[in-house]
């Protein structure tokens, strides 16, 4: 099966930044695009970033252009999201998921995703 472990969340104070890894084990990494989602406390999951499988293309939501960039190793089977100037509404429950495609494509529809972690929690103080 295949297995994605998401670490790097925490508390951190508005302006400061984290960086979010996501281990990917159990088949070949190379084959599936990847993306970052996120999930607020009565809200619904909202798309936050995406990467192709070869990590040529990337695209991301309005809101963390310029502030959030994905990227991927695909020798060590990790996802990346480095978060900087991080603002209190970005505080959510981060999960990376995984989707078989053909190369050079990106996907910001959740439905289109065939694995997902667990997630970890990034909260931003005022």
């Known amino acids: 099966q295949v297995q994605l472990v998401e670490s790097g969340g925490g508390l951190v104070q508005a302006g400061g930044s984290l960086s979010l890894s996501c281990a990917v084990s159990g088949d070949t990494f190379s084959m599936y695009a990847s993306g970052w989602f996120r999930q607020a406390p009565g809200k619904e999951r909202e798309f936050v970033a995406a990467?192709?499988?070869?990590?040529?293309?990337?695209y991301y939501t309005d809101s963390v252009k310029g502030r959030f960039t994905i990227s991927r190793t695909n020798a060590k089977n990790t996802v990346f999201l480095q978060m900087n100037s991080l603002k209190p509404e970005d505080t959510a429950v981060y999960s990376c998921?995984?989707?078989?495609?053909?190369?050079?494509?990106?996907?910001?529809?959740?439905?289109?995703?065939?694995?997902w972690g667990q997630g970890t929690q990034v909260t931003v103080s005022s």
């Open positions: 998921a995984l989707r078989r495609s053909t190369h050079g494509t990106v996907s910001s529809t959740a439905g289109e995703y065939d694995y």
């Open positions: 990467i192709s499988r070869g990590g040529l293309n990337t």
